[in-house]
């Protein structure tokens, strides 16, 4: 017997909009059924072959044992609600026994998010909304993280001019669970400013994330010639994360592309 399923479950496997679900269905590229109320139903094996055919022999997202990671988790970023966000984050971390490797995954979500956007099938505002349940999901399981009383504190902050902070809200659960604590200030902090606390003792690391709006190398690395040497003259860490233009290699810190390559500097590993 066919299993049948929503448009909005249909959707989250696929991971695009209800409409998209019904196009295909109106051009008879997935086979519906029509309940007695006139709801369609859609036969899950006719998605999941659809989706196969489609992405040129990648499985199926969101079918149990395969692939499709991203657009799986861009189907549930742009679609749950928090506590469903929550509960989705919880169970992955179960799966995958570390917040870094969750926050790697997610992060092959939020690149299909902006790949989606790219190609006009994803709009801003869904993005943002998208992306705002996932901070306060993520901020809540940071809280959620029993502290240990003698912490190592990392300041968290973007680039100045970039505005993206998804990339802190990631970095806070990865820290929190490694016992570091998270002086996360968000958005760029003044120069001065950030000078100043990474000469102060109070900090023992200093987290920087540029997206992919900071693009231009040459500005970022100017960025980096003023504090990186006020990191190494106080004996603090300096870590690089996102997708924006860094120095390669950076003449200060260490450039990271993965949580998991975080984990790993952070647990004193490399």
Known sequence: MDTLIT?????????????SIKRWADDELIRVIRTPGGHRRVVKADLVEFIRRTSKGTSAPGIEDEGGTGVRWAGII????????????????????????????????????????????TTALEEHVGSERL??????????????????VCLLTCVPGDHHTLGLSLLQLCLREAGWAALWVGQATPLDDLLSLAGSGQIHMLALTASAASSDRRELGAFLDLVGPACERSGIRLAMGGAGAWPDPPKFGKRFHSLSEFHEFISGRT
């Open 7 to 19: 448009t909005a479950e249909a959707a989250r496997i696929a991971g695009v909009g209800v409409t």
């Open 78 to 121: 742009l679609s749950d609600d928090v506590l469903s966000l929550q509960g989705t984050l919880l169970q992955a971390r179960a799966r995958l026994g570390s917040w870094h490797a969750v926050a790697d995954e997610i992060g092959q979500g939020l690149r299909e998010i902006g790949r989606r956007w790219e190609r006009g099938e």
């Open 135 to 152: 901070m306060r999901a993520l901020a809540t399981l940071a809280d959620g993280i029993p502290r240990s009383g003698q912490e190592r």
